[in-house]
């Protein structure tokens, strides 16, 4: 054994020469590798010493002479059942995961006596990717190097005032939850709860001193939650004292809300899909809790489910396609509807937002490609044909100049863009122009996108442009 350990680590410290000559990925690529080997390895000395351990405490066997009354035997204890084998987790460089992970590495790795610093540091190298890996992937692998590679981590990782600033962080970019739905309530509170726990760990406790971060967090993150379960707090509140008004309170208040909210009972649908226990089934019940749905049994052979339909707009048992409100509306009303019922542009759906939206099919009306709803459509506008030609050359009144002033046709309007961005416009009418103009800052603003184009344009009198690139948006 003793041999082996020697020949190993001749490899090892071959090994880490090799790899200073190696470029940046297949570097990396012979690091992983290494560590795999390497970790077969201590695995295998492990179980070798495992089994020379018993004979060593064993000592020698008793011959000639010997006083077996005077021996004493050292056996090792029966181990009853076996521990399953204990796989450290990955970690990649994401601050908030550090502290689990170095807390898991330490007690398995870092704390053991009988591991040498260089196995350890092997350890450590197969135990890290991504940006983690990056920031200690060039340092030769020997004992002395290995505590450089650990403060290196808790340095850039590590440093208390890094991983607070990523927990309120994370509570920033809680997601928001827009609807009164159990599963969305209750995603938030936990959410929230498990940041402020984390901070309260680390002895950074938001809920104490004489001005605690929780009276800072509190208007944000109650503004996540709906509207309806904000109304109810400020009621419950306003006739309180001052002192019930705090974040610990809201949180015990939303959950409470959450918990009353479609409870499961012996005879629905959930209940039933839980003792199922399938897999299949378990989708969709989180499918139906995202959309809102709720589910109602329909034989005791099948669960057969089915979608109570609710119009944002009148409130109906149908889908939006079928509101007469909405379809008897014109464009603008539709768009003002939409607005103000909160649903999405691209399904005409509440809970979600149109860049969230799963659905990509482009509306389809007259060939438009937008991402908006068919029903969203803007009514047809009367243009002339667009020539395929690259180069080509228009007459307008734009590049005219007069010196002499006039009266212009002139009209504010609405413009509309896709996803439903609006602002009000000056229109001037000319006549004398074969294509119309909209100015670069008011396309931008309405989200206007387009294919760019070569074109040259000629004034009143002949005067000819340079060629110039523009871009034709819809």
Not at 12 to 30: I, P, S
Not at 74 to 86: Q, Y
Not at 326 to 332: E, K, P
Not at 416 to 430: A, K, M, R, S
């Amino acid at each position: 054994l003793e041999l082996t350990e020697a020949l190993f680590r001749e490899t090892d410290a071959l090994q880490a020469e090799w790899e200073q000559d190696l470029e940046a990925g297949e570097r990396k690529a012979a690091i992983e590798d290494w560590a795999k080997s390497r970790r077969r390895f201590l695995e295998a000395r492990a179980r070798a010493q495992g089994r020379l351990r018993p004979k060593q405490l064993n000592g020698p066997s008793c011959s000639e002479g010997c006083n077996s009354g005077n021996l004493r035997q050292t056996t090792a204890p029966a181990r009853i059942g076996k521990l399953p084998e204990l796989t450290l987790p990955q970690f990649d460089g994401e601050v908030l995961k550090f502290p689990t992970f170095w807390a898991q590495f330490e007690a398995s790795v870092h704390a053991d006596t009988e591991l040498d610093d260089a196995t350890k540091f092997a350890y450590l190298l197969s135990n890290t990717t991504g940006r983690a890996l990056g920031a200690i992937a060039g340092i030769p692998i020997t004992a002395a190097n290995y505590p450089q590679a650990v403060g290196i981590l808790q340095k850039r990782f590590g440093r208390p005032k890094i991983v607070a600033r990523a927990h309120l962080l994370a509570l920033w970019k809680a997601p928001e939850c827009r609807e009164m739905t159990r599963q969305g309530i209750q995603t938030l509170v936990d959410e929230i709860t498990k940041q402020l726990r984390c901070l309260a760990a680390m002895g950074k406790d938001p809920h104490s001193g004489e001005l605690p971060w929780s009276k800072a967090l509190m208007p944000g993150l109650k503004e996540k939650f709906p509207r309806e379960l904000q109304r109810d707090w400020d009621l419950k509140v306003g006739s309180g004292p001052e002192s019930e008004d705090n974040l610990e309170k809201f949180l015990e208040f939303a959950q409470l809300q959450a918990d009353s909210l479609s409870p499961p009972d012996e005879f629905s649908p959930e209940a039933s899909r839980e003792e199922k226990g399938g897999e299949a089934t378990r989708k969709e019940l989180k499918s139906a809790e995202r959309k809102g749905r709720d589910c109602v049994a329909s034989s005791a052979a099948a669960l057969v489910t089915s979608v109570q339909r609710v119009c944002p707009f009148c409130e109906g048992d149908h889908d939006v396609t079928g509101c007469q409100r909405f379809l008897d509306a014109g464009y603008s009303a539709r768009m003002s509807m939409s607005r103000e019922k909160g649903v999405c542009y691209k399904c005409l759906k509440t809970g979600h937002r149109a860049r969230e939206c799963r659905t990509s099919r482009p509306c389809g009306v007259d060939g438009c490609r937008q991402p908006h709803h068919q029903l969203l459509h803007p009514p047809a506008t009367r243009e002339p044909p667009r020539s395929p030609e690259p180069d080509q050359s228009h007459q307008s009144l734009l590049a005219a100049r007069n010196t002499r002033g006039g009266s212009l046709q002139t009209i504010r309007a609405r413009a509309y863009g896709p996803d439903g961005n609006q602002v009000v416009v000056n229109c001037l009418f000319d006549t004398g122009s074969q294509v119309s103009f909209i100015r670069k800052d008011v396309a931008e603003v309405l989200g206007l996108t387009g294919a760019h184009e070569r074109c040259r344009f000629t004034a009143l009198g002949g005067r000819v442009g340079p060629v110039r690139r523009w871009r034709r948006v819809e």
